[in-house]
């Protein structure tokens, strides 16, 4: 059996349907690591079942392997998830399944079945009738229908409408479509171009007022999403109809069951489902799309980024970490592919440093965790890559360094313990809630004020918006106007006075301007870095990455404006955008 697959070491690659069928075979255990394509096994754990191997010496009783969900269909329930999930086969059924890198339950597991092996060869014990563990869950899908390949997934637009955008009601649209059990395939917020606008609203293209609408899409924030509902259960919001588990229990016709090769249960549309939520007003939706291409004209990296999951979660090195060996554990999170957005050092308070250690509480040495974690600054940090959650908590491995020291000594918590202090020197956010809370409060959002000037093309506009997004920034709020005298005084209101002012309103009445609100941490002064010296000349010699190194033509045409400071910025907000009511700002 091991020649006929490839392996790596220790774990056997199970890559598609013939070769898992095949691994089913095996005489003894065989625990396989259930893994996504977009984030890979879990390397973590890959010590602990190397030092049971050793240990147990049962070549013929215990086998690894490690299986890519997306590519076999068995495990088709199992894609899109976050966590690893860990199944346990014994003689080809699978006796037990473990969600997430927890080591001493897997350790356990591992050695309970293995001497349970001993004892049914060694004739001690009868082999038990196990229960083989189902992949669904019992009120989504027939259990049978894992024996057929996957349909093709249909797809469905979602544009929510600038003035929706404007209201902030992006988020409440998100959260009720994901309650409603769609899953959200990719998103991106950004000004419509003339031509996208036109593909997408072809069939109102010859309504009177055309043109009108599109200089309102294009001119202002839309939020684009993809949705798929492909695999999609009843949803729980549609009470008329069947109950789900009373209708899984009747019988197919046996033509029906030779017709259709998976059972897709009649559900509302999303259309339908907005309307009964009364949001259909804030957004446009084309429904029953299976043609890529048609998605592509709205986000062009679709077929790149659909049903990856960037994930932002806020980590933090104790003092004790931070003040010795900082630049090493950066290093190591960048080389597993995350992104640092933001970093500060904060000298944590007794309360957040008691909310941070809460699951210490009933140890002994919570008291003495506690001082240390007021005992100077601390480094947070705001990390973000695909499944950033569920990687994290696998890099960094157990709270307790004793634990982690046995079973996962390759993890952070081990490779960077501290001597007297017996908790793991990282911390990591439980869930995206949790970390979405905390980001908030050790990085309040701050407001500034952004200018793309009107010599900039469009194409080059669209450059500099995927750097302010790259950057951390969130556009909050955009317009798009002819700035004259009246209006560029609202944003150049101190320098109104100076002799070379006429000159910047004779650029500014060229063409129209961009106007927006960048939101993070820290945004005044992190934009102002970002755009560069004043000069383009003096951009591309001190700072060549720089947006006006890059864009700019002369001193007047820079290709963007930003705010000095933090009262110029809410100025300039309050008389360009009148309606706009900062939220969690943060207070300097």
Same mark, same amino acid.
């Given at each position: 059996?091991?020649?006929?697959?490839?392996?790596? @070491?220790?774990?056997?690659?199970?890559?598609?349907?013939?070769? /898992?069928?095949?691994?089913?075979?095996?005489?003894?255990?065989?625990?396989?690591?259930?893994?996504?394509? /977009?984030?890979?096994?879990?390397?973590?754990?890959?010590?602990?079942?190397?030092?049971?191997?050793? +240990?147990?010496? +049962?070549?013929?009783?215990?086998?690894?392997?490690?299986?890519?969900?997306?590519?076999?269909?068995?495990?088709?329930?199992?894609?899109?998830?976050?966590?690893?999930? %860990?199944?346990?086969?014994?003689?080809?059924?699978?006796? *037990?399944?473990?969600?997430?890198?927890?080591?001493?339950?897997?350790?356990?597991?591992?050695?309970?079945?293995?001497?349970?092996?001993?004892?049914?060869?060694?004739?001690?014990?009868?082999?038990?009738?196990?229960?083989?563990?189902? %992949?669904?869950?019992?009120?989504?899908?027939?259990?049978?229908?894992?024996?057929?390949?996957?349909?093709?997934?249909?797809?469905?637009?979602?544009?929510?409408?600038?003035?929706?955008?404007?209201?902030?009601?992006?988020?409440?649209?998100?959260?009720?479509?994901?309650?409603?059990? %769609?899953?959200?395939?990719?998103?991106?917020?950004?000004?419509? #171009? +003339?031509?996208?606008?036109?593909?997408?609203?072809?069939?109102?293209?010859? @309504?009177?007022?055309f043109e009108d609408f599109v200089s309102f899409m294009t001119r202002n924030l839309s939020y684009i999403l993809v949705v798929s509902q492909a695999k999609a259960k009843q949803p729980s919001w549609d009470e008329s109809e069947v109950n789900s588990e009373t209708e899984s229990k009747e019988p197919w016709d046996e033509q029906q069951e030779m017709a259709k090769p998976s059972r897709m249960k009649e559900r509302k549309s999303l259309q339908q489902y907005l309307e009964i939520q009364q949001i259909s007003q804030f957004c446009d939706v084309e429904e029953n799309i299976t043609n890529t291409k048609f998605i592509d004209v709205l986000i062009p990296d679709f077929k790149k980024i659909r049903?990856?999951?960037?994930?932002?979660?806020?980590?933090?090195?104790?003092?004790?970490?931070?003040?010795?060996?900082?630049?090493?554990?950066?290093?190591?999170?960048?080389?597993?592919?995350?992104?640092?957005?933001?970093?500060?050092?904060?000298?944590?308070?007794?309360?957040?440093?008691?909310?941070?250690?809460?699951?210490?509480?009933?140890?002994?040495? %919570?008291?003495?965790?506690?001082?240390?974690?007021?005992?100077?600054?601390?480094?947070?940090?705001?990390?973000?890559?695909?499944?950033?959650?569920?990687? /994290?908590?696998?890099?960094?491995?157990?709270?307790?360094?004793?634990?982690?020291?046995?079973?996962?000594?390759?993890?952070?918590?081990? @490779?960077? *313990?501290?001597?007297?202090?017996?908790?793991?020197?990282?911390?990591?956010?439980?869930?995206?809630? !949790?970390?979405?809370? +905390?980001?908030?409060?050790?990085?309040?959002?701050?407001? #500034?004020?952004?200018?793309?000037?009107?010599?900039?093309?469009?194409?080059?506009?669209?450059?500099?918006?995927?750097?302010?997004?790259?950057?951390?920034?969130?556009?909050?709020?955009?317009?798009?106007?002819?700035?004259?005298?009246?209006?560029?005084?609202?944003?150049?209101?101190?320098?109104? &006075?100076? !002799?070379?002012?006429?000159?910047?309103?004779?650029?500014?009445?060229?063409?129209?301007?961009?106007?927006?609100?960048?939101?993070?941490?820290?945004?005044?002064?992190? /934009?102002? &870095?970002?755009?560069?010296?004043?000069?383009?000349?003096?951009?591309?010699?001190?700072?060549?990455?720089?947006?006006?190194?890059?864009?700019?033509?002369?001193?007047?045409?820079?290709?963007?404006?930003?705010?000095?400071?933090?009262?110029?910025?809410?100025?300039?907000?309050?008389?360009?955008?009148?309606?706009?009511?900062?939220?969690?700002?943060?207070?300097?």
């Amino acid at each position: 059996m091991a020649g006929k697959k490839r392996e790596i @070491q220790l774990q056997a690659v199970i890559n598609n349907q013939s070769l /898992w069928d095949e691994m089913m075979q095996n005489k003894g255990l065989t625990v396989i690591d259930v893994y996504q394509a /977009w984030c890979g096994p879990c390397k973590a754990m890959q010590t602990l079942f190397r030092k049971l191997k050793n +240990e147990l010496n +049962e070549d013929e009783l215990l086998h690894f392997a490690v299986a890519e969900a997306d590519s076999i269909v068995t495990l088709q329930p199992f894609r899109d998830k976050c966590e690893p999930v %860990f199944l346990f086969s014994v003689n080809g059924t699978i006796v *037990a399944k473990i969600q997430g890198a927890n080591a001493p339950l897997v350790n356990q597991k591992i050695i309970a079945l293995v001497n349970e092996e001993r004892k049914i060869a060694a004739g001690e014990m009868v082999r038990p009738q196990y229960h083989e563990i189902a %992949f669904v869950d019992s009120d989504s899908e027939d259990a049978g229908e894992l024996n057929y390949e996957s349909v093709d997934k249909i797809y469905t637009i979602v544009i929510i409408k600038p003035d929706a955008v404007a209201a902030r009601k992006v988020q409440e649209i998100k959260e009720k479509i994901i309650k409603a059990e %769609f899953v959200i395939e990719a998103e991106d917020k950004k000004p419509l #171009t +003339e031509e996208q606008v036109k593909h997408f609203y072809s069939q109102i293209v010859d @309504q009177p007022d055309f043109e009108d609408f599109v200089s309102f899409m294009t001119r202002n924030l839309s939020y684009i999403l993809v949705v798929s509902q492909a695999k999609a259960k009843q949803p729980s919001w549609d009470e008329s109809e069947v109950n789900s588990e009373t209708e899984s229990k009747e019988p197919w016709d046996e033509q029906q069951e030779m017709a259709k090769p998976s059972r897709m249960k009649e559900r509302k549309s999303l259309q339908q489902y907005l309307e009964i939520q009364q949001i259909s007003q804030f957004c446009d939706v084309e429904e029953n799309i299976t043609n890529t291409k048609f998605i592509d004209v709205l986000i062009p990296d679709f077929k790149k980024i659909r049903g990856i999951k960037f994930e932002k979660i806020l980590a933090l090195l104790r003092p004790a970490l931070a003040n010795e060996r900082t630049e090493d554990v950066l290093n190591k999170i960048q080389d597993e592919g995350f992104k640092i957005l933001l970093q500060r050092q904060i000298v944590l308070s007794e309360e957040e440093a008691k909310t941070l250690c809460k699951e210490y509480e009933n140890k002994d040495y %919570f008291g003495n965790v506690i001082e240390n974690m007021t005992s100077g600054p601390s480094l947070a940090l705001v990390l973000v890559r695909e499944n950033g959650l569920g990687h /994290w908590k696998q890099l960094i491995g157990p709270s307790n360094v004793e634990e982690a020291k046995e079973y996962l000594p390759e993890c952070l918590c081990a @490779q960077f *313990a501290i001597e007297g202090l017996p908790i793991n020197q990282l911390y990591g956010s439980d869930s995206l809630e !949790a970390a979405e809370r +905390e980001i908030q409060h050790f990085f309040p959002p701050q407001h #500034t004020v952004a200018l793309i000037k009107p010599h900039v093309t469009q194409e080059q506009r669209e450059d500099i918006m995927k750097i302010i997004k790259e950057t951390g920034f969130d556009i909050t709020q955009m317009k798009e106007t002819l700035l004259i005298e009246e209006e560029a005084e609202k944003i150049y209101f101190k320098i109104k &006075r100076k !002799a070379f002012y006429k000159d910047v309103l004779d650029v500014l009445a060229e063409g129209t301007s961009l106007v927006m609100i960048l939101t993070k941490w820290n945004a005044v002064s992190d /934009w102002r &870095r970002l755009m560069g010296p004043t000069d383009p000349e003096e951009a591309r010699l001190l700072s060549p990455d720089s947006i006006r190194a890059q864009f700019g033509k002369n001193i007047l045409k820079n290709a963007v404006h930003g705010a000095s400071n933090m009262e110029e910025a809410m100025e300039t907000i309050s008389r360009m955008f009148e309606d706009f009511v900062p939220e969690n700002l943060e207070e300097n």
